[in-house]
């Protein structure tokens, strides 16, 4: 804050500035001027490309910038006498202009860009600048929150509300799908892991069971003689042997189940892929086509009140039940209610009334 003492010859100047939201002139009266830094709130209607209107809350961060015992410098921060309301008036202008080239859903996405991009300003390698400087008073703004972005239009903030709404439970579903499927290859993969572990057991268990016959041969020669013998000796060949054929067959087994194994999971793994991919380009389409429709139904609402006009509305009014019937007709509507603000209509009772009317008939 600034302060100075006076002399019995000086006099206090008051300084007027603009306050409120938006900003009005002649608001904030002070016999002092801050220094800052502060930060001070407008509001500002704007308009995109494609004619929608928003109200943008925007917050700057200001302060001067003066040198300690520079008399000359100090002097021109007095040279504005309504710096809060001219620097509100060149951001608001600014961010007018920057906005009216840019489409809607531009803006609604990348406001913060925007915004900050059309009161600092862009190098040339499109680097957004850090604060502005007024070189009439020194005052520079060095930052700027935007509060909120919304539709002036009720019915487009409403359309906007659906259009969200419907992307959260699209991406919801979406992440649900993809959860279940890395479920699902998550149990392939542990179901292929087990039968091989499986198969190995079996394998393991053939190769004790050949040593135990092996062993069992070697007691039965030491115990018989002869041809006792010989014929031990045989049975252990042809035991081993056997041994062997059903170990090479359980080997064979084991890599023919890895073989499978694999290539299940590799299916697996492409037709889960191929499905995300799917939900995702399906989800994109269904998200253009709902904002696609809200932009159908909203020109579609203003084209036919502009077709009927005030005079058609006014004739319909006016006219009989016969000429109404022949108007309506004429327009391709099956019927009308006109009332005005200061005349509510309970339809809650006139749709009881219509229902009691067709039960009597």
Known sequence: VSTQSTWADEQFTVVSLSGDK????????????????????????????DHARLSLKVSYNWNFTCTKGD????????????????ACKMAASRIRGVVAAEDFESVHKHSARIIRAAVFGMDENGRIGDSFLFPTNNLAITNIDIQSVEPVDQKTRDSLQKSVSMAIEITTKSQEASARHDAERKEQEAKGRLQRQVIKDKALAEERRKDFLLLQAETETIESTGTACAEAKARAEAAAIECESEVSQAKLRAEAMNIT??????????SQKGEVDYQKQLNSLEISKANELAVIETDKFAKT??????????????AGPEMQAKLLEGLGLKGYLITDGSSPINLFNTAQGMVGGAAGQ
């Open 22 to 49: 938006p900003k009005q002139p002649n608001v904030i009266k002070s016999l002092s001027l801050f220094m800052g830094p502060d930060f001070m709130t407008d509001i500002i209607i704007v308009e995109t490309s």
């Open 305 to 318: 009140v502009s077709s009927i006009g005030q005079d058609t509305l006014l004739a319909i009014a006016r």
């Open 71 to 86: 008399a000359k410098t100090a002097q021109t921060l007095f040279s504005v006498p309504d710096f809060v309301g001219d």
């Open 261 to 270: 194994t694999t290539a299940e999971l590799t299916q697996l793994k492409q």
